[in-house]
């Protein structure tokens, strides 16, 4: 095999957007080693689809050169599509056609004969699990089932380079392992991959990552060669009876740290350098910890990924100011609930469809100013939970009241009560920043003055002023994340529901969004969110696992880990934790 497989030299592509010209790739040079997975990480519009369409020979480069496989992305374009296999973001799939027409769309456009289909199908069925599911809609499958689809057609012509565009977006953590151990096998005989990616505990299990941003190359190498750079510089709080987010709040204020998250009962900290660790004595007293609450801690790929983009100062890993809510935190009308109550209580909830059960008598509370996350794999009950909750679809059997309003007689008052921002960007995107909230305002019944300085509000708050007469479509993703968030709280909700809030998006514009809800919640907001990005749970207060359309977990990310830990893994993380549940029900279930 040729090595290096991809070959990019001072390579630029230009775009006209808006009556301006955007550089998404600038003058940028790389090589890809053969046999190996090589992770492409970046933040959100770094241009990493457009590298991906040119390697793919898609689109040709403005200036420089593209070598793939020793073809030129130029003049041989066709001979680079026949041997490699690219699986773009959301699949590429139809989903109108059945996983069996599916692979035979994919086997036309590859030229295979139908007798090369049937051993070549047949396999790829074996390899990937779907054998029992020929007939079925690709649209009815899960997240993980359409995943391992888009990834079998993509097999098809038997690639010798693999390119996946951020194949685990939006996907549980289960299904997430068994697409990287079916790539595992497939570089043991001989796919070279290339792997973009948002979530970075998978660039470090790539065995190189290339780290791109703004269109440039900032570093390439083995993931420890980023985390090794951060000796001495990352430590963790354990806050004990301390409330996590007033000492992340107080933590943010020490010009030292450049990045601070919270991480179960932990506050974890990232120093701008290694002489910043004698002060951190003098910050613990300042927020009325002990010194011995502190500890350092190993440094991750997430960490070096942070530290390197503050050094290159492309952006700011943590706002400068705290984001506000309603003006001030006192300004915020509490839920009309009782001292104590919880804001939602759920007892028995069942949701039928036909003679199937989505969701199966489950049973939880969450209190006032608790952030609970709902967590469960692709079609297992949760996204039919969430949206029983929301008022947008009404339990079959059971109770669900939330701000003490019964769901099932009530929906539409509880609905002018609460915030909702959905899982897939559900504005207007052929209206500009400033429709979108004068909608969204008319629904929520803000007129006149009042919806005047919400909207200023929260055009400030979330810095879209610049962006008034976009549309929306035309956002970056992370702005459209804000503009989402910035809609659904316009009207001030005592609580709000937030379904996979953050997927796709990067650590930075994820840190930011995070930054907003903990400040809410610290006002008294009650948060519920479902999310596949597990260290985006270790936010939550409590998180509760649905699977097979029950509750089979709930809790502390600290205290579930702590049920999980063994002689064998002594310190489990929450994904550990996650695919444990889920082998552990199926085994004691199994018919």
């Known amino acids: 095999m040729i090595n290096p497989v991809i070959d990019i030299g001072e390579v630029v592509k230009r775009f006209e957007s808006g009556g301006r010209t955007v550089t998404a ?58 041997a490699v296999g690219y699986m773009p973001q959301r699949f590429g799939l139809y989903e109108d056609l059945t996983v069996a027409e599916n692979l035979d769309l994919y086997a036309d456009l590859q030229g295979l004969s139908r007798a090369e289909r049937k051993d070549r199908f047949a396999q790829l069925m074996d390899f990937t699990g779907l054998g029992p599911f020929r007939g079925r809609q690709a649209g009815r499958l899960s997240g993980g089932m359409k995943q391992k689809l888009g990834l079998a057609c993509t097999l098809v012509g038997r690639p010798r380079l693999l390119l996946l565009d951020e194949p685990s977006v939006g996907v549980d953590p289960v299904s997430r392992r068994e697409l990287w151990a079916i790539v595992h096998a497939l570089v043991e005989e001989g796919v070279s991959v290339l792997w973009s990616t948002a979530y970075l505990d998978e660039a470090e299990r790539c065995d190189d990552v290339l780290l791109v941003s703004e269109g440039k190359l900032l570093d390439a190498g083995p993931p420890a060669k980023f985390s090794d750079r951060l000796q001495s510089r990352t430590f963790a709080f354990a806050v004990g009876n301390t409330d996590t987010r ?17 991480k179960g009962a932990d506050v974890r900290l990232l120093l701008d350098r290694p002489a910043d660790a004698a002060r951190l004595g003098d910050l613990a007293r300042a927020l009325d910890l002990k010194e011995d609450a502190l500890r350092p801690v190993a440094a991750g790929f997430e960490d070096a990924f942070i530290a390197l983009l503050k050094e290159r100062e492309t952006t700011s890993a943590v706002p400068d100011a705290a984001p506000r809510y309603g003006g001030k935190p006192d300004s915020i009308p509490l839920p009309a609930v009782a001292n104590g109550a919880p804001v939602i209580r759920v007892e028995g909830l069942v949701r039928q469809f036909g003679t199937f059960k989505a969701v199966d008598g489950i049973d939880f509370q969450v209190a006032q100013g608790e952030i609970f996350g709902l967590l469960g794999p692709n079609g297992a009950g949760k996204s039919t939970t969430f949206k029983m909750l929301c008022g947008l679809l009404p339990p079959t059997d059971g109770k669900a009241l939330v701000l003490e309003i019964d769901l099932r007689r009530a929906a539409a008052k509880a609905r002018g009560r609460i915030g909702y921002m959905a899982q897939k960007f559900s504005l207007y995107g052929n209206m500009t920043v400033s429709q979108n909230f004068r909608f969204f305002a008319s629904i929520y019944g803000l007129a006149g003055k009042v919806r005047e300085r919400a909207i200023e509000h929260e055009m400030e708050e979330f810095g879209l002023g610049p962006f008034a007469d976009v549309n929306a479509a035309d956002l970056p993703l992370g702005y459209k994340q804000r503009l989402a968030l910035a809609c659904a709280i316009m009207h001030q909700p005592g609580v709000l529901f937030l379904d996979e809030p953050t997927s796709g998006v990067d650590p930075l514009v994820r840190r930011e969004f995070w930054h907003r809800i903990n ?60 695919v444990d549940l889920i082998e552990s029900y199926d085994r004691e279930h199994a018919l």
């Open 246 to 262: 007033t000492v992340l709040d107080g933590v943010r204020r020490f010009p030292q740290i450049i990045d601070a998250v919270i």
């Open 519 to 578: 400040t809410m919640a610290v006002a008294g907001v009650t948060i519920m969110v479902t999310t596949h990005f597990m260290e985006e749970a270790e936010y939550c207060n409590r998180i509760g696992v649905i699977y097979r359309g029950r509750l089979i977990a709930s809790g502390s990310p600290d205290r579930l880990k702590a049920d999980h830990r063994g002689s064998e893994r002594p310190d489990p993380t929450l994904e550990d934790v996650f």
């Open 25 to 82: 790739i600038d003058r940028m040079s790389l090589r890809v080693e053969a046999g190996r997975i090589t992770g492409l990480v970046g933040p959100d519009a770094a241009g990493k689809t457009t590298l991906m369409r040119l390697i793919t020979g898609l689109l040709k480069p403005d200036a420089g050169t593209v070598r793939v496989l020793g073809f030129d992305s130029r003049r041989q374009a066709q001979d680079i599509q026949a």
